[in-house]
């Protein structure tokens, strides 16, 4: 299993930034995937959810109506799509798969929401 994020970056309060996922290395439009995230001097956090098809997603009270997860199982990336950012969004975030019993995470992605 291999999880690469990318999209990640500074952008300044009430900005957007699209993160990507590309998956590879088990049959992803099989299993649910998760974004979480990880700020300085804090525990990870669930992030959001979406389904293996898609159908249904979940989100941390602290960004829901503001992000928004999607995928291509075409593919094999699933998206993160944040909106009106702010400071407390700042984290490196990770791409999550539940595979063969294990957690599988990616490298990571630092976003960074500063003026």
């Known amino acids: 299993v291999q999880l690469v994020e990318s999209g990640g970056g500074l952008v300044q309060p009430g900005g957007s930034l699209r993160l990507s996922c590309e998956a590879s290395?088990?049959?992803?439009?099989?299993?649910?995937m998760s974004w979480f995230r990880q700020a300085p001097g804090k525990e990870r956090e669930l992030v959001a959810t979406?389904?293996?098809?898609?159908?249904?997603?979940n989100f941390a009270d602290s960004v829901k109506d503001r992000f928004t997860i999607s995928r291509d199982n075409a593919k094999n990336t699933v998206y993160l799509q944040m909106n009106s950012l702010k400071s407390e969004d700042t984290a490196v975030y990770y791409c999550?798969?539940?595979?063969?019993?294990?957690?599988?995470w990616g490298q990571g992605t630092q976003v960074t929401v500063s003026s």
């Open positions: 999550h798969a539940y595979v063969s019993r294990k957690n599988w």
């Open positions: 290395g088990f049959i992803f439009s099989s299993y649910a």
């Open positions: 979406i389904t293996s098809a898609g159908g249904s997603t």
